[in-house]
């Protein structure tokens, strides 16, 4: 056969395989041949989808003639015309909802309004289902040209938009909107940070909260993912919500660069806790125990094993009770510091879970003390029910040594105190987050007891003045033993617990600031799992860089620029590493602040998925502009929110308060 009867003969069989396309549309190629996209929308067994078996490589007219065939089977038959029934079902579907949610201009404004009202109460945390209609009502006679007032009467009534079942449906709306502006936030990232903790609800039920930290234009910012009921607090299942949560936000498990707990086994366990677990999704993965809970830990340590401090501890707490459970005893505190120091300040409740609380505490009780004592020997004197309680809270504050250590907790708590609320930011870098506990932990080593006990000694005498007893019930010297011992238990807590693997990576600091020829990397190469010998030889190109990266913005330069990474690929990854280090769980412990102001004895009916959605509108929502200072792109922003949740409400099918005459 010559060339050109091949390719006539080749044009033929071309020409009859496109006609038999043009003729079946239905027909899709596979790789063991031709099978029916109609009849694999309602299969009715696994052979009448397949056209061709096998492919029929040689003939076009063995596909043109089966493909006839088929297309006058009875099985292609019924499955076209159950085809036809779906589209026009959907049709009818579709043009009633349109009909349903068709607005006029005037309609729409009316309904945007209702929405910012809406949002409002969702941001602000204000129960939505028992103030919706009369806030509504308020607004409607607060508008001067009562517009919504007129559109609400003119609503049919089941449509008027003021019962619990529309308020819902605006929160639901509202909540899709602002979870689909966390998933766009998140689409583009490949390396995250990730942070999860559990609770119980005021219900009973088991919680989850998830938040990641992600590098977003060249800036760090941590988001809330949402919370989630979960059956147990065993890892796996919550490993498992964490994994779902992350999923449901296009995140690939893979990607994670750091985890941050707290200190339970279920959480932080190296075997079996949700660290490890997660570690098989990401090998990689570097634990970080949160830091403001090793704050807690040390100092909680080192109070229990000081019997004069923690007995101390224990009367801030006895004076707290005593003195908020009855009006009475309070107005006479109250009148007592008014008498005595010219001002009244309320006693502060310790927290049972921040060790730190106590700072306010031990400040109100230094500043009247005196009052506090003439407030308790007027109650032991009234001989009421609690005199013995007044009397014996009495006896422990006419120790000088109550006084001793009360100024010492006093000196100490405040500078712990900063480093608490520096290690909760969510922007902090954890490298400057070591420098400023190294720097606490120095100043502690170095405590200054003379000043101490000058200020002791000076407290003592205005607390005489005032006509108070004190009895020395230990020597001066034996006071200032309680006190060294207590302190050297804070600082050998504190380098104890601070000296980790994440606080050895950030060592990295001083090598970035002083630019030495040959650092010791070792800790890095064994944390990353590369040859110390690679890192030194990028090292030895990237510190003669015109850059500081002891600063956070290079850091971030450095571990974003494409071009940097091309060049030093390990040193971008360290870079990447120091700023997703999160440096604790500050941001889920603040979502479970939300959740229990969202839900509590007085709102406790809410279903999870509200709650949920209340909760990332709280935190992740756009706040209000301000009518006066507000700046333009975030009065843009929240109209863009509303306007996003309004479309997805004009999604949802409801009822009709009459048929259009087009759909008779």
């Known amino acids: 056969m010559t060339v050109s009867e091949s390719a006539r003969t080749a044009d033929v069989s071309s020409r009859v395989k496109m006609s038999s396309y043009d003729r079946h549309s239905w027909l899709i190629r596979q790789k063991d041949g031709f099978m029916c996209s109609t009849c694999q929308q309602f299969p009715t067994s696994a052979s009448a989808v397949w056209v061709t078996v096998p492919l029929p490589l040689k003939s076009g007219k063995k596909l043109y003639q089966k493909a006839d065939k088929h297309a006058k089977s009875s099985v292609h038959l019924f499955c076209v015309e159950q085809v036809k029934a779906k589209q026009q079902s959907v049709n009818v579907q579709s043009q009633l909802v349109a009909a349903a949610n068709s607005q006029t201009e005037s309609e ?121 009921p979960i059956e147990s607090t065993t890892a796996v299942v919550v490993t498992e919500s964490i994994i779902k949560a992350l999923r449901s936000h296009s995140l690939d498990p893979q990607g994670i660069v750091c985890a941050a707990f707290d200190g339970a086994s279920n959480m932080s366990g190296q075997r079996g806790g949700v660290r490890a677990l997660l570690a098989a999704y990401a090998p990689n993965l570097v634990f970080v125990h949160c830091r403001s809970h090793l704050l807690q830990l040390a100092l909680v340590n080192s109070a229990a094993n000081i019997t004069e401090v923690k007995r101390t501890l224990a009367l801030l707490n006895k004076l707290y009770s005593l003195f908020s459970k009855s009006p009475k005893r309070l107005l006479v505190l109250q009148a007592t510091q008014l008498a005595v120091d010219g001002m009244a300040h309320k006693l502060v409740q310790p927290g049972e879970t921040r060790w730190l609380s106590y700072d306010g505490s031990v400040d109100v009780v230094c500043k009247h003390y005196a009052a506090i004592c003439l407030a308790l020997e007027a109650i032991y004197a009234d001989a009421g029910n609690f005199s013995c309680d007044a009397g014996g809270l009495l006896l422990q504050l006419r120790k000088s040594s109550t006084v001793c250590i009360l100024r010492l907790l006093h000196s100490i708590l405040q500078p712990l105190a900063r480093l608490s609320k520096g290690l909760q930011s969510s922007e902090g870098n954890m490298c400057s987050a070591m420098e400023s506990v190294k720097t606490v932990i120095e100043d502690l080593e170095e405590y200054d007891f003379d000043k101490l006990q000058t200020e002791t000694e000076a407290s003592r005498s205005k607390i005489l003045e005032a006509g108070v007893q004190l009895d020395d019930d230990l020597s001066k010297e034996k006071c200032l033993k309680i006190c060294n011992a207590f302190v050297k238990k804070i600082v050998n807590n504190l380098r104890q617990r601070f000296s ?92 479970f602040s939300t959740l229990n102001r969202i839900l509590n004895s007085q709102r406790c009916r809410l279903n999870p998925e509200h709650v949920s959605q209340l909760m990332l509108l709280s935190v992740e929502g756009q706040p209000i502009p301000d009518v006066r200072d507000a700046k333009e792109e975030d009065t843009l922003n929240t109209n863009k929110l509303i306007g996003a949740a309004y479309s997805d409400w004009l999604k949802k099918p409801r009822r009709l308060p009459s048929v259009p005459h087009s759909l008779h």
């Not at 766009?184 to 999860?196: G, K, Y």
């Open 108 to 228: 729409t404004d009316a309904m945007k309004t209702l929405f910012r009202a809406a949002y409002f109460m969702f941001v602000q945390e204000i129960p939505h289902t028992t103030n919706w209609r009369s806030l509504v009502s308020t607004i409607a006679e607060c508008e001067s040209n009562k517009h919504l007032a007129t559109y609400l009467r003119k609503c049919p009534a089941n449509g008027h938009h003021l019962s619990q079942t529309s308020i819902n449906e605006i929160l639901e709306s509202f909540g899709e909107a602002v979870a689909e502006t966390v998933r766009q936030r998140l689409s583009s990232i490949t390396d995250f940070s990730v942070m999860a903790d559990e609770c119980t609800d005021i219900n009973g039920r088991e919680i989850v909260s998830v938040c990641v930290r992600i590098i977003e234009n060249h800036q760090v910012a941590e988001i809330f993912l949402g919370c989630w």
């Open 500 to 591: 980790d693997e994440v606080s050895q990576l950030c060592d990295l600091q001083k090598i970035f600031k002083d630019k030495s020829d040959s650092p010791d990397l070792s800790k890095v190469a064994k944390l990353l799992k590369v040859p110390a010998a690679d890192l030194q030889s990028e090292w030895t190109y990237l510190r003669r860089l015109p850059i500081d990266l002891s600063l956070q913005q290079e850091l971030i330069d450095l571990g974003t620029s494409a071009e940097k990474s091309a060049l030093f690929p390990l040193f971008c990854r360290v870079a990447r590493l120091l700023v997703l280090l999160p440096l604790g769980t500050a941001m889920v412990e603040r979502s």
